[in-house]
T-cell receptor
Framework: EDQVTQSPEALRLQEGESSSLNCSYTVSGLRGLFWYRQDPGKGPEFLFTLYSAGEEKEKERLKATLTKKESFLHITAPKPEDSATYLC?????????FGSGTKLNVKP | DTAVSQTPKYLVTQMGNDKSIKCEQN?????MYWYKQDSKKFLKIMFSYNNKELIINETVPNRFSPKSPDKAHLNLHINSLELGDSAVYFCASSQVLGPSGANVLTFGAGSRLTVL
């Protein structure tokens, strides 16, 4: 059965304390793995797409990596404005599967 | 210049009522979606339209009926509302990106439906 599992559910970091979020997936016919950021009261906002194992993408303090079974979102020296829920999603043929997200709270 | 806009943002109604949520995108995308986000933050796809044609119809009660008058609009009508329908409903549109044909979603801000 296709599914996406994210861990941890919640993560509290001090400003500057680097960490990683995990997204494990099982899906047949992977077209892409996506990371989205969702702020309270808003819709998810696209961050990255990864297509194949070994691929990496970076944007400011965020770096996403992909293996055949999981993806990591590494956050380097986070700031309070990075606080949000980070959602992972995978796409197979015409179907999207979202994880339940990791709620990140970065304290100043 | 909002890319995907949906209205209303909040909707509070009684059980048994009928309500609609409207969605419009100005991105020129061919595909639009309705997603439901429950209290545990799971986003679950309900429907997908490509150029006004229904292409994804997940196991959703037939009280939910989508309508796409043109490729820039996708509305959601819900009949006989139940308590379990309370959730945030997101409209999205997508464009194909990359070598594998993956779709990047652009979401609206969501419509929070509360059924009393």
């Amino acid at each position: 059965e296709d599914q996406v599992t994210q861990s941890p559910e919640a993560l509290r970091l001090q400003e500057g304390e680097s960490s990683s979020l995990n997204c494990s997936y099982t899906v047949s016919g992977l077209r892409g793995l996506f990371w989205y950021r969702q702020d309270p009261g808003k819709g998810p906002e696209f961050l990255f797409t990864l297509y194949s194992a070994g691929e990496e993408k970076e944007k400011e303090r965020l770096k996403a990596t992909l293996t055949k079974k999981e993806s990591f979102l590494h956050i380097t020296a986070p700031k309070p404005e990075d606080s949000a829920t980070y959602l992972c999603a995978v796409e197979s043929v015409n179907k999207f599967y979202f994880g339940s997200g990791t709620k990140l709270n970065v304290k100043p | 210049d909002t890319a995907v806009s949906q209205t209303p943002k909040y909707l509070v109604t009684q059980m048994g009522n009928d309500k609609s949520i409207k969605c419009e995108q100005n991105l020129g995308h061919d595909t639009m979606y309705w997603y439901k986000q429950d209290s545990k933050k799971f986003l679950k796809i309900m429907f997908s339209y490509n150029n006004k044609e229904l292409i994804i119809n997940e196991t959703v009660p037939n009280r939910f009926s989508p309508k796409s008058p043109d490729k820039a609009h996708l509305n959601l009508h819900i009949n006989s509302l139940e308590l379990g329908d309370s959730a945030v409903y997101f409209c999205a549109s997508s464009q194909v990106l990359g070598p594998s044909g993956a779709n990047v979603l652009t979401f609206g801000a969501g419509s929070r439906l509360t059924v009393l």
